[in-house]
């Protein structure tokens, strides 16, 4: 039986955020509208000002999204999706990146998940080799035109559903030494579902959580990684 890996990507692999630099394109070139950007502008500079949370710029980036997908074509998202992913794949975490690559070899069956619309994350995650990724999945109406719903919201929501689901429907996986790697508190329900969690350049409320769970902290700064 094959051993399992569950890893978070936005900012855990991916040093940033695709649904970030996918809504910041979508502005750029014109399929949002320009306005658009003053729905998380206050966020955003919140954030990197150290006077907010990253958790409440990234729901207004979601809110946004959702706010203005409706009637995009379908065709028009994958493709700057996919130059989205082009000029950034290579912008990821070494410690993440060999992570993965080692799992690999060592046979593990590797899976993605995160809050990012699934047609970038297969565009991001095939290069480096994933068996099988979860994403928000946008429901597809008349004209190949997004309705503005998400398909099996409730799932995605709680990524240890996704765990449930992977185990379910793949007998030939095993839980023994499971896997997860997440960066916020928001995947402390992946990391309680397997049995080797490492919380990675956590945010402060995961790893105090981390702490006192005795969990693997693992902090990567500039070209040195640590073992905490």
Known sequence: MKKVAFFDIDGTVFRSSLLIQLVDRLIADGVF??????????????????????????????????????????????????????????????????????????????VAISQSPKTVLDEFCKQYGFDKVYGRIYEIGPQDCFTGEVLDEHLIQNKANIVKRVFDRNPDLTRDDSIAVGDTEGDVPLLESV????????????????????????VERKDVVYHM
């Open 195 to 218: 049995t080797e969690q490492i919380c990675f350049n956590p945010n402060k409320h995961l790893y105090e959580y981390a702490k006192r769970s005795g969990w693997k902290v693992v």
């Open 33 to 110: 509208p320009a306005e658009a950007a003053e729905q998380f502008e206050v966020e955003r500079q919140a954030w990197r000002s150290r006077e907010g949370k990253y958790e409440t710029y990234i729901q207004a980036v979601i809110d946004t999204f959702l706010a203005h997908i409706k009637g995009v074509h379908y065709g028009a998202l994958a493709d700057i999706g996919k130059e989205v992913v082009d000029q950034q794949s290579k912008y990821v975490y070494r410690y993440t990146r060999d992570l993965i690559s080692k799992l690999k070899e060592d046979g593990y069956f590797v």
